[in-house]
């Protein structure tokens, strides 16, 4: 057995029952995870790739085939001698998979195929701070509602929906325990949603706003790939994603991240969390426009604000014109998120520190007083190696990656997706 192949057959730490059922689940995904990863390709190279033998493949194929999970795409004549090899590609056009955030100021929406073309894309400005619980989510099943029928008139049933959120999660009941920007407290969120959703019954799943990030900007983002990295969100409030040795760190009882509540300032304003000088109130959006544009202050519980992207467009016009009063509250922003940034290499060491939201819009800008903080604190010093990017995911990283746990969910799993029922003949 591969490597590969091991490792598949263990999810979330915890070893499948062996058996039949078990090892062909395994290498349906096994080849399924190829596909998505390489693109089209031939079934002896799938075969010499997976280490599984030709016949194998050929057999699991004729399944997934079966299930419209792959599509022959044409004949590969790359490096062969002889008859021509056909190749296979993954299709599932007709699966979807979408993905939602409710945040503070926003509702973010993702949607796509399982080949990963977007049919659905957008992001809505929404109080949800100041609209309690229960608004939220009757905003949040419209949403979901009208999303799900763009998708289908796409030709793509939704086989899953996942939920990004900016607090404490109880993932495996679909629980909000703490969302402290949101005032939320143990609001059971997939149950809630899956009954505004009626007779449509898609299964929901929810997470942390960071933690789903962070797994999309490893999956696909400007450090694909980078076994160990941090992600930050750049929203009213700061949530962490951290990823250790390519795996996503969820602690204990699924509750790390939250670093924006690292206290910093002994003697700084309130948080949203009801703390004092948490890193958030130095760095999160609000507080950068109460430095910058004090006229305009915002944050929760203050009532309708506009679109995040409209309100950092405003600060970045200030910046490019010149005006001292923004520059300064930038820089001084920036010089936080180093100082935050070097507690969490000091932690974890990461290669990279990506920045979503407002810090990527504002990376040219902020990033330079950032980095300097950063190798200014960092006691490993040059030999850290840790730097600041900037994701290229703006806003929408949580909901992608919110979509992408689903896709991850259909691969791990492909015999969850039925086969077509047969038309009569004639039909």
């Known amino acids: 057995m591969t490597q590969e192949q091991r490792q598949a057959r263990t999810v979330g730490g915890t070893p499948q029952a062996a058996g039949h059922a078990s090892l062909r689940r395994t290498n349906l995904s096994l080849v399924l995870r190829h596909l998505r990863e390489h693109g089209s390709t031939s079934r002896s190279d799938i075969a010499e790739a997976t280490g599984l033998h030709r016949a194998t493949v050929s057999n699991l194929m004729v399944e997934l085939l079966d299930r419209r999970l792959v599509q022959e795409v044409g ?73 799900i029928e763009e998708m289908t008139r796409a030709g793509a049933d939704p086989a899953g929906i996942g939920v990004a959120v900016p607090g404490l999660v109880d993932v495996d009941h679909g629980v909000v325990a703490f969302a402290p920007n949101l005032d939320w407290h143990d609001v059971p969120l ?80 309130r948080c949203g969390c009801g703390r004092f000088g948490c890193w958030e109130t130095k760095v999160g959006l609000a507080a950068l426009v109460r430095m910058a544009t004090p006229e305009r202050a915002y944050g929760p519980g203050s009532g309708p604000v506009p679109d995040p992207e409209e309100r950092v467009a405003e600060i970045a016009r200030d910046l490019a014109a010149g005006d001292r009063q923004t520059l300064v509250a930038v820089a001084e922003a920036g010089r936080w998120l180093g100082l935050g940034g070097s507690i969490l290499v000091n932690l974890f060491n990461p290669r990279v520190i990506v920045v979503g939201g407002y810090f990527a819009t504002l990376a040219d800008w902020m990033l330079p007083f950032a980095q300097a903080e950063l190798e200014r604190l960092v006691v490993a010093g040059p030999a850290a190696r840790c730097r600041f990017v900037a994701s290229d995911h703006g806003f929408g990283a949580a909901s992608r990656g919110a979509a992408n746990v689903v896709i991850n969910q259909i691969v791990n799993d492909p015999t969850a997706i039925m086969r077509p029922t047969p038309q009569p003949s004639g039909a």
């Open 190 to 269: 997939a149950a809630r949603l899956s009954s505004a959703l009626g007779p449509l019954r898609v299964p929901v799943a929810v997470d942390n706003d960071a933690n789903l990030a962070a797994l999309a900007e490893y999956t696909s983002g400007v450090a694909a790939g980078t076994a160990d990295m941090v992600y930050l969100t750049g929203e009213v409030g700061v949530g962490g994603g951290i990823i250790v040795n390519g795996r996503l760190l969820r602690g204990a009882d699924g509750f790390s991240g939250e670093v924006g509540h690292l206290p910093v300032d002994p003697s700084g304003g």
């Open 75 to 147: 004949v590969d004549h790359a490096g062969t001698v002889g008859r021509p090899r056909r190749a296979v590609a993954l299709h599932g056009a007709h699966i979807g998979a979408l993905g939602l955030e409710l945040n503070v100021d926003y509702i973010a929406v993702h949607g796509v195929d399982l080949g990963g073309n977007v049919l659905v894309d957008r992001r809505l400005g929404f109080d949800a701070a100041g609209s309690g619980p229960s608004r939220s989510l009757r905003e949040l099943g419209l949403t979901a509602r009208e999303a």
